[in-house]
């Protein structure tokens, strides 16, 4: 694969941890690491993420930051976008932090109450 087939990305000896956790800070985006962690590619379609409840810029805007801080890559194929996890990259740089973060986050998933969706009236 070329460049010119991928966005803009940090090499892998360019990706700071900071900016990574930064990026990671958002709990769309750490929804969307979850979704990625399965190590395919996944188009940007907010309904293939479980995202639909956010507009589509919503969800580029998030797909962005995690590209920019080096924590996915972007694959450009036509019109369409597919964007995979930098997981060698970030494993190679940072050992055990995506496994920490996936396995609270999963952990965090099974803990959480229940809740009712707000009402109008609320």
């Known amino acids: 694969m070329t460049d010119d087939e991928r966005l803009p990305q940090p090499a892998?000896?360019?990706?700071?941890l900071v900016t990574v956790l930064h990026a990671l800070g958002d709990p769309v985006r750490m929804r969307l690491l979850t979704s990625y962690a399965d190590g395919a590619?996944?188009?940007?379609?907010?309904?293939?993420?479980?995202?639909?409840?956010?507009?589509?810029?919503?969800?580029?805007?998030?797909?962005?930051?995690?590209?920019?801080?080096?924590?996915?890559?972007?694959?450009?194929?036509?019109?369409?976008?597919?964007?995979?996890?930098?997981?060698?990259?970030?494993?190679a740089r940072f050992p055990g932090l995506l496994d920490a973060l996936l396995t609270a986050t999963r952990a965090a998933a099974v803990t959480a109450p229940v809740t009712a969706p707000a009402s109008a009236s609320d």
């Open 41 to 91: 590619e996944h188009s940007c379609d907010p309904r293939h993420l479980g995202l639909e409840h956010l507009h589509k810029s919503t969800v580029s805007h998030h797909m962005r930051v995690l590209r920019e801080a080096g924590v996915t890559t972007t694959r450009v194929a036509g019109r369409n976008r597919y964007v995979s996890l930098r997981r060698a990259d970030l494993d």
């Open 12 to 16: 892998a000896t360019e990706i700071d």
